[in-house]
């Protein structure tokens, strides 16, 4: 079970400046153990910075974090992945000379059978072995990269998956093989907790809870069946959240610096 | 002829991935003599009457032999200067596996400059592997400056993969190449510097054929106070493709300067270089430090990965 406690997230305005901006504002949110839990909102409202939060990415200024009864506020990202925690990337970082097997051992944390290996690829809808031989740098598509990402959390098996935007930069095609994927995890998922991040209707169905974030509060929160009524009422924004553009579903240029 | 005691197999070990003799045509080096060298049936290997060194005469035809030519050096303040000529027969097909390993304990320079040429007749294809690697207790340097020459005749193919391992004090590398009609060049160069290490490599390569090809990958790794400068030069004279490459991940106080160089002579001629330097992503470890390892796994992993 994973429990955020009067989270406080703010950042300075500038560089140089002692005035801050705060991005979560005094959030509290239980995930229990098993839950499928969508977070969902408008660009801007913290949802990615609450993810970052809980992998230990980002330390937030005040509140407290803890998992399975453990407080992890200030665990580092080695220590929170040991204890469960995994997080697939918005946009996955790409590694000159390292082999996609390689990725996928590192993310089990053990030798993996190449079977075994083309298994999860192909759960991602990379359904070539040749995949397992490839770099994981830049003759990879950004849809490519980001499929292996989601691989490399299959290969792992958290007890806490973090996803952040997983539909973001897979193609249409693709998406179906994803939400399919999504949908065995959580089948299979003996108290295993999922957390996405996402703006995808196909996405928010499979939940079983739907946090709503806006300016870094929680909107709206709850069970399914209640909060997906309002998500439909995005014309009428007022109430409810608001989805605004859902996010570009062709291959998205991802920035290497290496 | 020499003797090979344990520091000398470890050295063997890691440049050429040699344990005990190899089978078939090598010829093994130690502080400027001959340990052992033998030929097969369709390798021949001899000495130089002239100068030190030996020239490598591959029969045309010959397909998947190995052939193993390691120097070591454990002696301090010794410079061995040796020419390796390998003339390759027409469509012969063999792996060629070099380096040098220095064991200096003294604390004088040790020094080894290899001048490897080769000569590939028409449609043979090369696989060239070489490791430079540093050891030894002593302040004395560890100097590695190697000349390649590499000659290919019509429709060839050579795909050479060069490697500093670690521990090189100081390296100038020169690498010559002309390329005839339809032949394909794949040189990957590889260099780890640390300390106050310094490394030089100059490349000139020669596209005179037409539909002539190279590609040039060059990756490095500069950490604390080193030194790197990669400086290659592509000239296409005819209908060609030409290809530089060169990443470079730079740590610590390390420099890094990257100048590569595309002169085109032909209007066919298609040429392009990338250049790019940069610290370790912190996304990349950032990434890894998800999956379980601390930052300082990270980094040498993604370290391992970039190099090999």
């Given at each position: 079970m994973l429990e955020l406690k009067n989270i406080v997230f703010e950042v300075p305005v500038d560089e140089h400046s002692s005035k801050t901006k705060r991005i979560i504002d005094d959030l509290s949110l239980t995930i229990e153990d098993g839950k499928f839990t969508v977070i969902t909102g408008p660009n801007g409202g913290g949802k990615s910075t609450l993810a970052k939060l809980i992998m230990g990415i980002e330390q937030p200024t005040s509140g407290t974090i803890l998992f399975n009864g453990q407080d992890v506020t200030h665990a580092s990202i080695t220590e929170r992945a040991n204890l469960g925690i995994g997080y697939g990337f918005q946009q996955p970082a790409r590694f000159k000379g390292m082999k996609v097997k390689k990725l996928?051992?590192?993310?089990?944390?053990?030798r993996l059978p190449a079977l075994q290996c083309n298994e999860y690829l192909s759960k991602v809808g990379l359904c070539s072995a040749a995949y397992l031989t490839r770099e994981v740098d830049k003759s990879l598509s950004g849809g490519e990269v980001k499929r292996i990402e989601i691989a490399t959390m299959l290969a792992r098996d958290p007890k806490l998956a973090i996803y952040d935007e997983p539909e973001a930069g897979i193609d249409l095609w693709s998406f179906d093989r994803l939400t399919e994927t999504f949908r065995d995890i959580h089948e299979a998922r003996d108290d295993r907790s999922i957390v996405i991040i996402s703006h995808q209707e196909r996405i928010i169905q499979l939940a079983d809870d739907i946090v709503c974030l806006r300016d870094g509060r929680i909107e709206d929160a709850g069970p399914r069946d209640e909060i997906m009524p309002k998500l439909g009422l995005t014309d009428r924004a007022q109430f409810g959240c608001t989805l605004t553009t859902p996010t570009e579903l062709h291959l998205t240029k991802i920035p290497t610096t290496c | 002829m020499a003797e090979l005691n344990k520091i000398d197999e470890e050295l063997l070990a890691q440049i050429a991935d040699l344990h005990g003799m190899p089978r078939g045509a090598f010829n093994i080096r130690k502080d400027g003599q001959l340990v052992e060298r033998s030929s097969s049936a369709n390798i021949d290997i001899e000495a130089f009457t002239d100068k030190q060194g030996i020239k490598i005469t591959v029969a045309?035809?010959?397909k998947g032999?190995?052939?193993?030519?390691?120097?070591?050096?454990?002696k301090t303040g010794i410079t061995d200067v040796v020419y390796n000529d390998f003339h390759i027969g027409e469509g012969a097909d063999v792996t060629i596996v070099a380096g040098c390993g220095i064991h200096n304990s003294g604390d004088d320079a040790t020094e080894h400059d290899g001048i490897h040429s080769f000569w590939l007749g028409k449609g043979s294809r090369v696989r060239y592997v070489e490791k430079h690697y540093g050891e030894g207790e002593g302040t004395g340097d560890r100097i590695l400056n190697p000349t390649t020459n590499v000659?290919?005749?019509?429709?060839?193919?050579?795909?050479?993969?060069m490697t500093q391992l670690k521990g090189v004090s100081s390296t100038v590398r020169e690498t010559n190449c002309e390329l005839a009609e339809g032949a394909k060049l794949i040189l990957t160069e590889k260099l780890l510097t640390h300390g106050k290490q310094t490394a030089v490599s100059n490349m000139d390569i020669r596209l005179k054929g037409e539909g002539s090809n190279v590609q040039v990958i060059s990756r490095s790794v500069a950490q604390d106070d080193s030194y790197q400068v990669f400086n290659p030069l592509v000239v296409g004279e005819a209908a060609c493709h030409g290809h530089v490459q060169c990443d470079a991940i730079i740590m610590g106080n390390a420099k890094v300067k990257a100048i590569p160089g595309i002169e085109a002579a032909s209007e066919d001629a298609q040429l392009i270089h990338e250049a790019a330097i940069g610290k370790i992503a912190g996304d990349q470890i950032i990434?890894?430090?998800?999956?379980?390892?601390?930052?300082?796994?990270?980094e040498q992993e993604i370290l391992n990965d970039f190099l090999s």
């Open positions: 996928l051992e590192l993310a089990a944390g053990k | 045309p035809g010959t032999e190995t052939v193993h030519i390691p120097v070591i050096m454990t000659y290919m005749g019509e429709d060839s193919f050579c795909e050479m993969e990434k890894l430090m998800t999956l379980g390892m601390s930052e300082e796994e990270a």
